[in-house]
């Protein structure tokens, strides 16, 4: 496991050391640089339980708007926050929180706002009220990318995330 964590340490650079230092074996490491709002890496050690959470889409925060236009859902920030709050709630109900992800995986679809780019600003605006904070500094591995469409018309971010959870 030590091996593990030097040659990943090395392929990282010395980034990796300013974030990862000295940590006891029964550890979460989150690997990065320090002013990144996400990791680089992170190594989970035996004896945690993991949290698998599918693909969460935002709410709708108008019933009464047409159906298939962004207003159904708001854009990518407004979108972005009501999935990590959907997010924050299925993990409370395991006993666990938003500073136990481990890894996230966002899904993005270009705004016709941004002449069909995705927002990834936006997204991040959204992101960074809940990861990498003074008060939640726990950061994941991600990755963000950009795909055709989701399950419904107006839906631009969908996420989905491990969580982490020693056990009591």
Excluded: C, H, W
Aim: charged share 20%; aromatic share 4%.
């Amino acid at each position: 496991m030590r091996r593990t964590i030097r040659a990943l340490m090395l392929a990282l650079g010395p980034a990796a050391v300013l974030v990862a230092g000295p940590a006891a074996a029964d550890e979460i490491q989150r690997i990065g640089a320090p002013a990144s709002p996400i990791a680089s890496a992170v190594i989970v050690p035996a004896g945690y339980d993991m949290i698998y959470v599918s693909g969460i889409t935002p709410p709708v925060l108008n019933p009464d708007a047409p159906a298939g236009t962004p207003r159904d859902f708001g854009d990518t920030k407004t979108q972005t926050i009501g999935v990590i709050e959907r997010i924050k709630g299925i993990l409370e109900a395991q006993g666990a929180s938003l500073a136990d992800v481990v890894m996230m995986r966002v899904l993005l679809v270009g705004d016709p706002a941004k002449g069909g780019q995705m927002d990834f600003a936006g997204m991040m605006e959204g992101y960074r009220q809940y990861f990498a904070t003074e008060a939640q500094p726990n950061k994941p591995a991600r990755i963000t990318s950009q795909v055709a469409g989701l399950v419904a018309p107006g839906m631009m971010v969908e996420i989905e995330v491990q969580a982490a959870v020693k056990p009591d």
